[in-house]
């Protein structure tokens, strides 16, 4: 069914169409404009070995794709990453979503993450479901922070450690 692998360059065309169509209909990600395909090789290669780009197919066709992003540039942040995941509207709510995250997050663990953090639009309840589900607690609610489509957004942030050792 679902099967994921680490993201290639030449999967680009397919993660910049996917990342686009959900800035275009979506709340989920506050870009505002489309990417070009250079803008989005150029995120795509900036993300080394302690953060993972996985995409996932259905019979060969790439249908979604997840990163675990540098959270901050600063040291101190290292082991910490931020979660993005899309999946191509067609294709969302038959599971796609879930093999998806629990593989990037199955990924994080193996590259020696300690804590990711997603934010995550207050009305994106299948997403929050989600992470919920994969062990994210609730951190809090900024307000207000997000503008479109006409309305000002909510953005919840939440968190996984994976182990609590020092
Ligand atoms: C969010 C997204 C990645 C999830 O992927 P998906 O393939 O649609 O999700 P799945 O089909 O794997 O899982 C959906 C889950 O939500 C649940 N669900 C469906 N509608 C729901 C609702 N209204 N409220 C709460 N949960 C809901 C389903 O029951 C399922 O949970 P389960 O596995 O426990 O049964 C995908 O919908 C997407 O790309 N959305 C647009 C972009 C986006 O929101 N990205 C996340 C940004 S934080």
Redesign the pocket.
């Known amino acids: 069914m679902f099967t994921t692998r680490a993201a290639k360059v030449e999967d680009i065309k397919a993660i910049t169409d ?1 990342y686009n169509e ?1 800035v275009l209909t ?1 709340d ?2 506050f870009d505002l404009e489309p990417k070009t395909e250079e803008e989005q090789r150029a995120w795509l290669t900036s993300h080394d070995q302690m953060h993972p780009v996985l995409v996932v197919e259905l019979n060969g066709a790439v249908i ?1 794709w ?1 990163s675990l992003s540098d959270w901050s540039s600063r040291y101190a942040y290292a082991a910490t990453a931020e ?7 067609e ?11 629990e593989d990037i997050m199955r990924e994080g663990e193996r590259v020696g993450l300690h804590t990711v953090l ?4 207050t009305g ?8 919920e ?1 994969l062990g994210f607690g609730h951190v809090g609610i900024m307000r207000e922070v997000g503008e479109k489509f006409g309305r000002r957004l909510d953005v919840l942030l939440m968190q996984r450690i994976y182990s609590t050792r020092e």
């Open positions: 996917i959900a979506t989920a990600t979604g997840a979660i993005s995941l899309y999946i191509k509207e294709f969302r709510g038959k599971g796609a979503g879930r093999k998806l995250l997603a934010r995550i639009t994106n309840a299948v997403s929050i479901h989600l992470h589900s």
